[in-house]
């Protein structure tokens, strides 16, 4: 008996095909969260709120001058409080230093290695001394970061990263796009929860759920 091998393409031809990676698919991730959940939430944000600590001994930005933590990045009027090294297990923190930590070491500091922002560290950073400002400036590096990723090709988000990000020098620039997305989601979630406690813990706030 004569045997004859199957050759037919068994593929569900509803299967759509595996999209190609884009900036707009990456930035979809960061682009979605913030528009329908975190920037809403944030929406409001008081001083009070900014500089509220949960426990004794936070890390925060503080006036020039009044920090009692060993290091004190910035410029301006405010500073930001940090160790190096970092204490294991690190300080519970502040939304106003959550917030520096997502703009300056998150953002800025990406802008101005990969997308022509003006130069950006924890130590020359001038801090924001109101809620308002910080925001203000939570949506100007957001924006300078997404308006340039959009930009980029597949052969750039394939690119290698650079010296800039050091270790991970090697690492495709599509890797950074994404650790990006991952920092601003998982450090906006806990500034809303943040927000949450200090309605739960101060009556007659309005709360933020």
Do not use: K
């Not at 270790?167 to 601003?184: C, G, K, T």
């Amino acid at each position: 008996m004569t045997t004859t091998t199957d050759t037919t393409d068994t593929t569900d031809a509803r299967t759509p095909p595996t999209p190609g990676l884009t900036p707009g698919l990456l930035l979809d991730q960061l682009t979605t969260h913030w528009d329908q959940q975190l920037r809403p939430r944030l929406e409001g944000l008081t001083d009070d709120e900014y500089f509220w600590e949960p426990v004794p001994g936070a890390w925060s930005v503080r006036p020039r001058g009044t920090s009692l933590a060993p290091v004190q990045g910035g410029v301006g009027d405010h500073t930001v409080d940090f160790a190096f090294p970092e204490p294991d297990p690190a300080p519970v923190t502040t939304i106003a230093w959550r917030l520096a930590h997502v703009v300056v070491g998150v953002l800025a500091a990406r802008n101005a290695a990969h997308a022509g922002g003006p130069p950006a560290s924890y130590e020359s950073w001038e801090y924001a001394g109101t809620a308002a400002d910080a925001l203000a400036q939570l949506d100007a590096e957001l924006d300078r970061w997404t308006t340039h990723v959009s930009r980029l090709d597949a052969e750039q988000l394939a690119a290698p990263c650079g010296p800039s990000e050091g270790p991970w020098a090697d690492e495709p620039f599509a890797a950074l796009v994404l650790h990006i997305n991952r920092e601003v989601v998982h450090h906006g979630a806990e500034i809303c929860l943040l927000r949450d406690l200090h309605a739960a813990s101060h009556p007659g706030t309005t709360g933020v759920r």
